[in-house]
């Protein structure tokens, strides 16, 4: 088959995302309800903000700034994940970035699967951030042993996604015939099961070792858990959940506000308590409930260096240091306040976030003029070449962590050891994963190259 035929795994992205984005509307009204908050929200914004509004219009698509940002799964064995990353990469999507869990209480490690390109990015950004259970972190050995077989004996790909998987791969893509059976048949694994796959007195012991345990082996696929949209204003929202009937979790996770938004600000509302039924000791189906999925939201800001990275963790830490947020909301006025407080210490303007090193940025030629024998920073003086902020679109692993805790229930925060293991998951992914640092650095690098080279060009030829 000839390549022309192909559609592109961006599109095929861009198709999964709005599916995904109509199959969880109707799946959680509530979600639909978010949806439409962001959207209001959004436009208000950009009415009051005409300079956002004129440049967010150079650099995105105004009537798509609503659209889902990422969603997020969580998986059981290394199987299913790496079978997972044969299917995202159909469509565009590689893992990026490693974060622990198991620190932050939940046992879990994960990546990111992400459109890696700036014109991959522009045309369609969804992510998903995939979650591996850490069976091995549950200590009762029998517990472990009954979560394993449970696992070991599912399919979460319908066999129709597997055969098109492998025909992409040969082929080298999917014509749009293939292309809307593979969304189609991928939405399957996706999907919310109301009737679990374990018994009920399976689901409790599951679910007192752990509720994310429970939730990611006793149901016959990894639902999507949440969706998030993209807000131009995080605080307009989370202050009007309420009164959309939708309750925020306590507090946003990630930097405070500030005049120039640094890597990720990101809220949801808490997971619902939904019907589900289990086999009874009798054989016969019995109602209860299960409590996993939720709406979110996120705005983005600069990506930060290492050093800078360093500094925003240092601050976060202290901040956490003087108020730990509780999930009931009644210290949350404090913890901004220490938020706010310890990140004075991080520079609020872009010149100073660059000539120090903090932040990644991305440079474009504005005017023509002499290179020869000048460096950037004389460039950059003269006005003959600009600077803007490279947006962030990774995630971090204690806003993660907050996000999984206020989903999981108020109470009970399960302490284990931090035990980082990138090598293992990534024998289990069957791949490594991007560094994300790395790759930021590339960009600013690669358009400072582009940059100069331009200029040379122009100057060459006036
Ligand atoms: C994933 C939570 C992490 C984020 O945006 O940081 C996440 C989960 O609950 O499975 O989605
Ligand atoms: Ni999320």
């Known amino acids: 088959m000839k390549s022309s035929t192909?559609?592109?795994?961006?599109?095929?992205?861009?198709?999964?995302?709005?599916?995904?984005?109509?199959?969880?509307?109707?799946?959680?009204?509530?979600?639909?309800?978010?949806?439409?908050l962001v959207a209001e929200v959004n436009v208000k914004t950009l009415a009051d903000k005409p300079e956002?509004?004129?440049?967010?219009?150079?650099?995105?698509?105004l009537d798509r700034i609503s659209e889902e940002r990422h969603g997020a799964i969580r998986v059981g064995t290394p199987a299913e994940l790496a079978m997972l990353r044969r299917v995202f990469a159909v469509m565009g999507m590689y893992p990026v970035g490693y974060y622990d869990l198991s620190e932050a209480g939940v046992p879990v490690h994960s990546t990111a699967f992400r459109p890696v390109g700036d014109a991959a990015?522009?045309?369609?950004?969804?992510?998903?951030?995939?979650?591996?259970?850490?069976?091995?972190?549950?200590?009762?050995?029998?517990?472990?042993e009954e979560a394993r077989k449970t696992l070991e004996a599912r399919q979460i790909f319908t066999s129709k996604a597997i055969e098109l998987v492998e025909k992409a791969e040969v082929d080298g893509g999917l014509d749009v015939t293939d292309a809307a059976s593979f969304v189609e048949e991928i939405l399957?694994?996706?999907?919310?099961?109301?009737?679990?796959?374990?018994s009920n007195d399976l689901y409790r012991r599951l679910h007192d070792a752990h509720r994310l345990i429970a939730d990611v082996v006793s149901f016959r696929g990894p639902h999507i858990n949440h969706l998030t949209p993209r807000t131009l204003d995080i605080d307009a929202v989370q202050?009007?959940?309420?009164?959309?009937?939708?309750?925020?979790?306590?507090?946003?996770?990630?930097?405070?506000t500030r005049e120039c938004p640094i890597l990720l600000r990101q809220t949801s509302f808490k997971a619902l308590e939904e019907t589900v039924s289990f086999i009874n000791s009798e054989g016969n189906w019995e109602k209860g409930s299960h409590t996993a999925r939720f709406g979110e939201i996120e705005q983005r800001g600069i990506a930060l260096t290492p050093k800078g990275r360093a500094l925003y963790d240092r601050l976060?830490?202290?901040?956490?240091?003087?108020?730990?947020?509780?999930?009931?909301?009644s210290n949350a006025q404090a913890y901004i306040a220490a938020l706010d407080d310890a990140f004075k210490d991080f520079p609020?303007?872009?010149e100073t976030i660059r000539s120090e090193k903090l932040g990644y940025f991305r440079y474009t030629p504005v005017a023509t003029t002499a290179v020869q024998g000048r460096d950037l920073e004389e460039l950059i003086r003269e006005g003959a070449v600009q600077f803007d902020p490279i947006v962030y679109e990774d995630f971090l692993p204690v806003s993660a962590a907050g996000i999984f805790q206020s989903n999981l229930g108020d109470t009970n925060v399960q302490k284990f050891a931090a035990s980082p293991s990138q090598q293992e998951f990534e024998t289990h992914l069957g791949a490594p994963v991007l560094?994300?640092?790395?790759?930021?650095?590339?960009?600013?690098?690669?358009?400072?190259?582009?940059?100069?080279?331009?200029?040379?060009?122009?100057?060459?030829?006036?």
Request: with cysteine.
């Open 6 to 36: 192909f559609l592109s795994p961006d599109a095929i992205r861009a198709s999964f995302s709005s599916a995904m984005s109509s199959m969880y509307r109707t799946e959680v009204p509530a979600y639909g309800t978010l949806l439409s």
């Open 52 to 61: 956002l509004a004129q440049r967010l219009e150079q650099t995105d698509t």
């Open 121 to 144: 990015l522009k045309i369609n950004p969804f992510r998903v951030f995939t979650s591996l259970l850490r069976l091995d972190l549950i200590e009762d050995a029998a517990l472990r």
């Open 188 to 198: 399957q694994t996706f999907r919310w099961h109301d009737q679990a796959s374990v």
């Open 239 to 256: 202050t009007l959940m309420p009164a959309h009937g939708i309750s925020p979790k306590a507090v946003i996770e990630g930097p405070p």
């Open 316 to 329: 976060l830490t202290k901040s956490r240091e003087i108020v730990r947020p509780a999930a009931d909301g």
């Open 348 to 350: 609020d303007d872009w």
């Open 435 to 462: 560094d994300e640092f790395e790759h930021y650095a590339n960009l600013e690098t690669t358009s400072i190259e582009a940059c100069l080279q331009r200029l040379r060009t122009l100057a060459l030829a006036s």
